[in-house]
Each structure stands twice: as C-alpha cells, then as structure tokens.
C-alpha cells in the first residue's frame, strides 16, 4: 500500500539492548543470536506530536460482512493513560469506518468503534485500563456474528454484530486520529488485517504470538516497521536508530545505502 509518513518517524533497530527508555526492550519476541531478514523487525516509532502514517482509502480496513481480524503490538511510553491514541482511523463526519484506540469510548481503556450505516457509532471496550510501558498485544477479530476484543490473549469485550461494518471512503490514519489530534506516543508492531478467521472470537482467550508478525493466507495489510533498520550483519552488535540517525540512498560507497546521521 502508498503509506506516507510525517514528521521524521524513523523505525527502531530491534532486539536485545534496552532502548533510552529505562530497562525497555523494543520488541515483544526472545532475542536471536544471528540476524535474520524475517525475525529482525522493527516497530514503527510515534512521538505523540503529530507524528502519524496515513494512506488514501482503500480496503485494507473494509470488513464488510465476512470474517476478519485486526492486531497489532503497542507499547505506550507516557504515564498519562487519559489521554486519546489513536492507533488506527478511517472515521470522517458522516463516513465513520473503524476506529481502534485509547480513550475513545472510556479514558484509559481500550475500544474498538465501529459502524454500519457510516453515522452510528458502535463499539466495544476493554473494562481495564491500558497497561503502558510494556508490550501489549491486541487483536480485534469476527467470527461469524461475534466481534471480540481480546488483550494479551484475554477477551476483555464481546457483542453481536449483524450485516456488515461500513466500508468508509475516508483516508486511512495510523498513530493518530484525522491527522494530527489523539497522536500516539510509543511504538506500534505488527499492525496487520486479515480477512479471514484466523482467531475465535467467540473463545475467551486465545494464543499470544511468540514469534514475528507476517503474512498469511488473507492478509490484506502488514505494517512491521523493517526495511529503515540499521543493524551489524555478524549479530555480535546492537544497535538504535536514535534521532534523525537513518539509511540513505543518496550518497554511499558500495551496496545500495549508507547511514545518515543527522
């Protein structure tokens, strides 16, 4: 998919040192010895300052009738869990889509919104507040005619849902809500929609992933944060993609980049 990015948003180099975060490992998975193109994610990295990820509609966030489940990895960085975050948006006045955030319904709590005329608003929430600080997977999913949110593999939220959810024209935000306002501040991993039931939502809990986050049979959307990493090729180093510290293509002596510091 066509994704632009604002302001700056930079992926973090992954896995076994603690970011400038106290004691924080940025990803959710057991360390490898060896770097691997597909256990070496990253995690796509928001500010909470108008940093966000948008795409023109399309439909990788169109539900329909069918089956399908939407999941990601979110880590929080502030202490202040009243505050908005959006981590996905496709809601505009009269053309309401989904809507999977922070405070949305309840501060501090997890809600997934959701439609099915494009005006009246439906939802369901978590009855815990959000846990910040650490790795937290959430994963909204139907089965049939249940819709069910599940945190860390725990059901925290279940309705019935008949007919299909709306299928918004609206641009598609991730790390905010319309742009600039509910901005996220932390990481996001593995933001990934399937059409299909690859989770039971009418289970009360379900299997937590232990490893990375790809594709599979009915993905419609993968957001892992790779490909801008830096990272030592033998394993033996870490390291952190730290301010505007980024690859380049512009200028470089051999291979297709060069790190940019700067």
Known sequence: KDI??????????????????????VVPYVIANKYT???????????????????????????????FSLECWIYITI?????????????????KGVILGIGAITAGKMSFLY????????????????PNNQWVHVVVCRSANTLSLFVN??????????????????PINI?????????????IYGLRTVAGNIYNAAATGIAVP????????????LLSGAGAAIYDATGLTNFETVGL????????????????IG
């Open 37 to 67: 193109p597909s256990y070496h994610d990253g995690s796509v990295v928001f500010d909470g300052s108008g940093d966000y990820l948008q795409m023109a509609d399309n439909d990788s966030f169109s539900f329909g009738s069918g089956e």
């Open 245 to 260: 510290a980024q690859t380049s293509t512009e200028q470089k002596k051999w291979g297709n980049s060069s790190i940019k």
């Open 175 to 187: 790390g905010a809500h319309d742009t600039v306002v509910n901005s996220v501040s932390g990481y």
């Open 115 to 130: 439609t099915t005329d494009g005006g009246s608003d439906l939802s369901i929430t978590d009855t815990n507040t959000f």
């Open 153 to 170: 593999g725990l059901r925290e939220a279940t309705t019935t849902v008949s007919g299909s959810l709306y299928n918004s024209t609206y």
């Open 4 to 25: 632009r990015t604002i302001n700056n948003m930079i992926t973090y180099s992954p896995f076994d040192k603690p970011s400038l975060l106290s004691n924080v490992n």
């Open 79 to 95: 202490s202040d869990m009243n505050s908005l975050q959006y981590f996905v948006s496709q809601w505009g006045t009269a053309n």
């Open 210 to 221: 232990t490893s990375p986050t790809t594709v599979v049979p009915g993905t419609k959307f």
